[in-house]
């Protein structure tokens, strides 16, 4: 069953990065006719060549979005993504090292849903879906921990912290690991699922109903929560950036602002008005 076609029209985006080049960029922003999305690849995963797997893994979940037919179903979307990044990646030699991965979250005009594999936060007619897993914030409380103690013990300072890179953060032993939970059709605690090139669990679908919904919010994880507006997206980074730039004390985050930069992380946002 599908619902009517109702026209929609984007309110507000962003899709800005932290990182010191937009050529590093791991998230991808998509608006069709029949779609939008927010993907966010993830900066973990094992390179392709000299490429970055999230970024191999973004533009393949991006393909995939692009080549919907407007009636999809959401598991039609996950093979999809998948199997694009399985033939991206080929023969992956080593299932000890993490495969380039993704998460996105992706409005449906047709079948009126929201559709989510893995962290990306979503907003519906104001009410909030944040995204998150459990092995993230067991990493970002240990990150915050050690940090936190090392500043007291005068080990380290702001500065030399801010310039640490995300994968030599405290947490770097369970992010090179974290991957043995990635789509493990399990109850464990610690399972998560994202587009990784491997069968997606139902477990790790969510479907959101959005059939009647007026606005629509996808967002990734550069931001703190999935923001009513843009404006208050930023400028709740922007607090944080200003009193809290390791993200330590007034958030656990995944690591610093780096000196001289405006996010923290690959930052997107859409908002779009339906009806």
Request: hydrophobic fraction near 45%; glycine fraction near 8%.
């Amino acid at each position: 069953m599908t619902a009517s076609l109702r026209p929609f029209r984007v309110v507000e985006s962003l899709c800005a990065t932290g990182k010191e080049s937009e050529a590093k960029k791991e998230d991808r922003l998509v608006v069709t006719d029949d779609f939008a999305a927010v993907i966010d690849g993830a900066t973990s995963s094992g390179p392709i060549g000299d490429r970055p797997g999230g970024i191999v893994a973004a533009e393949a979940v991006e393909r995939a979005v692009k080549e919907l037919p407007p009636a999809a179903t959401v598991r039609d979307f996950v093979d999809r993504a998948t199997a694009n990044i399985a033939a991206a990646i080929g023969d992956w030699p080593d299932e000890t090292l993490m495969r380039p991965s993704a998460v996105a979250a992706v409005w449906s005009r047709a079948r009126g849903e929201v559709w989510r594999v893995g962290d990306c936060h979503v907003r519906i007619d104001g009410r909030a879906y944040p995204g998150g897993k459990e092995i993230d914030r067991i990493g970002y409380e240990f990150r915050c921990a050690v940090i936190r103690a090392r500043l007291r013990l005068g080990l380290t300072n702001l500065e030399a912290e801010r310039r640490v890179p995300t994968m030599e953060q405290p947490f770097r032993p369970l992010v090179t690991a974290q991957h043995a939970f990635l789509n493990l059709d399990s109850d464990d605690p610690l399972a998560y699922g994202g587009l990784a090139g491997t069968f997606v669990p139902d477990r790790f679908v969510e479907v959101i109903e959005a059939t009647a919904a007026r606005d629509i919010v996808l967002a990734s994880d550069g931001f703190l929560s999935p923001p009513a507006t843009l404006a208050e997206g930023l400028a709740e980074i922007t607090r944080i950036r200003e009193n809290d730039p390791l993200m330590v004390d007034l958030v656990m985050g995944s690591r610093p602002f780096m000196p001289g930069r405006d996010y923290f992380d690959d930052t997107t946002y859409l908002r779009i008005a339906v009806g």
